[in-house]
């Protein structure tokens, strides 16, 4: 007895995972002399509808076995429970070994994750890879918008995932400040805003200038009707527009550094930053470092310029530069217009290059949506083309766009759903959902709850959806206490926290000899299992599986909070046993949601 205590002891630093591939691998090699590594052999969670804790698949053995896969199976699971300590029981299914651990085991699991307060997060060291991760990217001719919300919040969790991962992480932005969508918005304000100002007007500063980016299509649009009328294709109406060419000729005059229009721009810029400062804050985002189109696309150009001289790309007879991507299976790529002016390629060939010049970089992740998978195929080529070692080793983390229940937005039409309205609007929603939690609590407790409820709402919603699909935001579905939600993660952890307060104990001693019931080994197993979770988000860039685990394991704990009494529980070790579960359910909660980005309130 003594050495099985020994051994548990030693396991219980483990992961169980890892205990029980050793532990095939070694009845493998005593059964049948086979040499399988440990990595090859993968348990996985047992199926609720069958006993067990975790379940080997024994096919791929049955050719050292030479046996039927139920003698296979049978034979291991012998060997397990003769020489693991770990393992108390198991049964088989076909060619499926199920494992039922020992009691024992999830009781000293559990001690090892209490007693250690960064369970599940990889710290980074001196050796970490470093990786860049690009996110929001916003142009200053508007605010930012619900498709915004979405790539801010996948950008940001996918860092922290990855930090929680033991990797260095440098969070950066491209802004992009200039172009002929820039001009736009700064001719509409010359042309019709008489001097507004975000003071004068009492707007945000970029939702001041987004007001003239919709201004300026307004009255685009008229101006091609009327074009057409007087018999003109649309081609030609869109060309002729003599607002697009005063539009572009400002843009040619921007590039050539004209004092004034340099002066309007900075300062319609400025105004648009502090409005996205503020915007950023309200979600819980931030860079490490921020790019400016206005200083990288310089870069570009000479990048692309260069590239003539090297024969890498050419010159077409009205000025306009290009990359030949045929041979490649590509097309031909403008990089640069007759007029000499920048296109997005020629600002992110420049920005790669800057970066990095800055940071020495192992990995560069751009978070964009779906519709960009092609310019960045092209990226790669035309970076490693330039002789550029990472340029084909850029990862472009493709998502899907985001609409709500009325179709899609669209800038121009001043028809997408602002980010701070949406803000507002989750938490105003938060506050009316949760009226009658808010008893006992000041206005004070009680606006900051609804902050961090309505907040969660929105980021669980849009994070728990695989990133590559598109998804429907539904703002009234995303607050409800009782479904899949960011609201029901958050009521959970209010809830332990309250049992933790209410029993005046923390950290309780569980003493040698309590075991765990079948439902409370269930729950030790699922909190064990979130490094697991860690490192999959991050081998496979998907906030959805820590949201997901987050649910599976709030759900798990609701039930045994209904099935079992804690505070009042009579044979007190058992009761310290579940409130040792429920501190560890609670602090494993929180982690798995700040890497979402998410604050869990202490009370509700």
């Not at 105004?271 to 200083?295: H, M």
């Not at 590509?330 to 007029?339: G, M, N, T, V, Y």
């Amino acid at each position: 007895m003594r050495f099985k205590e020994k051994r548990i002891n030693f396991y219980k630093v483990m992961a169980i995972e890892k205990v029980i591939s050793a532990g095939v691998s070694n009845a493998l090699k005593s059964l049948y002399g086979a040499d399988v590594k440990e990595s090859e052999i993968v348990p996985q969670a047992t199926r609720k509808e069958f006993e067990g804790n975790l379940t080997i698949v024994v096919f791929p053995f049955l050719k050292v076995s030479r046996k039927s896969p139920e003698s296979t199976a049978s034979e291991i699971g012998e060997r397990l429970v003769k020489n693991e300590p770990a393992v108390k029981s198991f049964n088989v299914v076909k060619g499926f070994l199920n494992i039922t651990i020992n009691p024992e085991y999830w009781v000293n699991i559990l001690k090892t994750i209490a007693g250690n307060e960064n369970f599940g997060i990889t710290a980074a060291d001196k050796d970490s890879e470093l990786v860049m991760v690009e996110y929001s990217s916003p142009n200053t001719n508007k605010p930012l918008h619900l498709g915004h919300v979405r790539n801010n919040l996948l950008g940001y969790s996918l860092s922290k995932i990855l930090e929680a991962n033991g990797k260095k992480v440098v969070k950066t932005n491209i802004v992009n400040d200039r172009g002929i969508h820039i001009c736009k918005s700064m001719l509409a304000w010359k042309k019709w805003g008489n001097g507004a100002t975000p003071k004068s007007s009492g707007k945000k500063g970029d939702h001041l200038i987004g007001d003239f980016y919709v201004e300026f299509d307004k009255h685009f649009k008229k101006e091609i009707e009327e074009l057409i009328s007087k018999g003109m294709t649309k081609e030609e109406a869109e060309s002729s527009s003599p607002l697009m060419l005063e539009a572009r000729e400002m843009l040619r005059k921007w590039e050539a550094g004209d004092p004034e229009v340099r002066k309007l721009w900075e300062t319609m810029n400025n105004w648009v930053y502090e409005g996205f400062n503020e915007t950023y804050g309200r979600l819980g985002v931030n860079f490490d470092k921020i790019y400016y189109e206005s200083d990288t696309y310089l870069e570009g150009k000479d990048l692309v310029l260069d590239g003539i001289e090297k024969g890498i790309m050419y010159r077409k007879e009205d000025g306009s530069v290009w990359a030949d991507l045929t041979q490649d299976g590509l097309d031909h790529k403008l990089l640069l217009r007759s007029d000499g002016t920048s296109v997005y390629m020629t600002q992110d060939i420049g920005t790669a290059k800057l970066r990095y010049q800055d940071f020495p970089i192992d990995k560069m992740i751009y978070v964009v949506g779906n519709e960009q998978n092609y310019h960045f195929q092209v990226l790669a080529l035309i970076l490693d083309k330039l002789g550029f070692k990472w340029g084909k080793d850029l990862t472009h983390f493709s998502y899907g766009m985001v609409e709500l229940p009325e179709g899609k937005m669209k800038s121009r039409e001043g028809t997408v759903v602002d980010a701070d309205d949406l803000i507002d609007k989750m938490i105003s929603d938060a506050k009316e959902a949760s009226a009658e939690r808010f008893v006992d609590m000041t206005e004070e407790e009680a606006s900051e709850i609804a902050r961090m409820v309505g907040l969660g709402a929105l980021k669980y919603f849009l994070l728990k959806v695989d990133p590559k699909k598109n998804m429907l935001f539904n703002p009234k579905e995303s607050i409800d206490f009782n479904g899949n939600t960011g609201p029901f993660l958050q009521y959970t952890y209010a809830r332990i926290r309250s049992v933790v307060r209410k029993s005046g104990i923390n950290n309780p001693e569980v003493e040698a000899g309590v075991l765990p019931n079948e439902k409370e080994s269930a729950l030790i197993q699922k909190i064990a299992d979130f490094p697991n979770i860690v490192k999959e988000a991050g081998k496979n860039y998907s906030p959805a599986l820590i949201a997901n685990y987050c649910y599976d394991l709030a759900k798990e704990y609701n039930q045994f909070y209904h099935d079992y009494p804690i505070l009042k529980e009579e044979n007190t070790q058992v009761k310290y046993l579940r409130l040792l579960i429920s501190e560890v359910v609670g602090r494993t909660l929180k982690t798995a949601a700040s890497l979402l980005g998410m604050e869990m309130p202490e009370r509700m």
